[in-house]
């Protein structure tokens, strides 16, 4: 198992920026893939970007040219650093690890955008 604890969220107004971290438990290069998603009010779970051992990268067409999601190895962390952030972007974000078969999640960190 993987244990995964994301920071980062908070309130920002619309055209503002936000970084979120997830710290994991063991070396992210160990990793199949490392990912956020995001869940709205009402609304299913989405990936928002994903990234894998080789460092493939892949983004939902809504935040292209807008979110970028990387890593440190050292700090054994992935990142999502949003610009651009629109209300449509509220919601719960979730980080995610596949490693041996098995999808870890961690708790989630609420991003509100809003004036």
């Known amino acids: 198992q993987v244990q995964l604890v994301e920071s980062g969220g908070g309130l920002v107004q619309p055209g503002g920026s936000l970084k979120l971290s997830c710290a994991a438990s063991?070396?992210?290069?160990?990793?199949?893939?490392m990912a956020w998603y995001r869940q709205a009010p009402g609304k299913e779970r989405e990936l928002v970007a994903e990234?894998?051992?080789?460092?493939?990268?892949t983004y939902a067409n809504s935040v292209k040219g807008r979110f970028t999601i990387s890593r440190d190895g050292a700090k054994n962390t992935e990142y999502l650093q949003m610009n651009d952030l629109k209300p449509e972007d509220t919601a719960v974000y979730y980080c995610?690890?596949?490693?041996?078969?098995?999808?870890?999640w961690g708790q989630g960190t609420q991003v509100t955008v809003s004036s």
């Open positions: 990234i894998t051992s080789s460092g493939t990268l």
């Open positions: 063991r070396s992210i290069f160990s990793l199949n893939l």
């Open positions: 995610s690890a596949i490693w041996n078969g098995r999808q870890d």
